[in-house]
């Protein structure tokens, strides 16, 4: 799943918070809380949160989780001076 993807699954959970304020609205249900402040920069943390995750992924990736080839590849670099 690419981050676009992600930031639009987000932007529709926050169309849906959004949905559910306007919703208790109308039955006269009020928390101070809950308001679109609250849901703007909830969907705004995570919306940065994305790319952050991300990133720890892929350095998980690349740093724990080597094959058996790319660990020899790695040492014949490193046997050439290489790396």
């Known amino acids: 799943m690419t981050a676009d993807k992600l930031k639009q699954y987000i932007g529709l959970f926050g169309g849906l918070l959004s949905a559910v304020l306007l919703f208790l609205g109308t039955l006269n249900v009020q928390f101070e809380w809950f ?9 705004g943390v995570l919306i940065a ?3 952050f995750i ?14 058996d080839k790319a660990k ?3 040492n014949e670099l490193k046997r050439r001076g290489l790396k």
């Not at 308001?35 to 969907?43: H, Q």
């Not at 991300?54 to 094959?67: A, D, Q």
């Open 35 to 43: 308001n679109v402040d609250s849901i703007d920069a909830f969907i």
């Open 49 to 51: 949160a994305v790319p």
């Open 54 to 67: 991300l990133l720890i992924y892929g350095v998980y990736k690349n740093s724990y989780i080597v094959t």
């Open 72 to 74: 020899k590849q790695e």
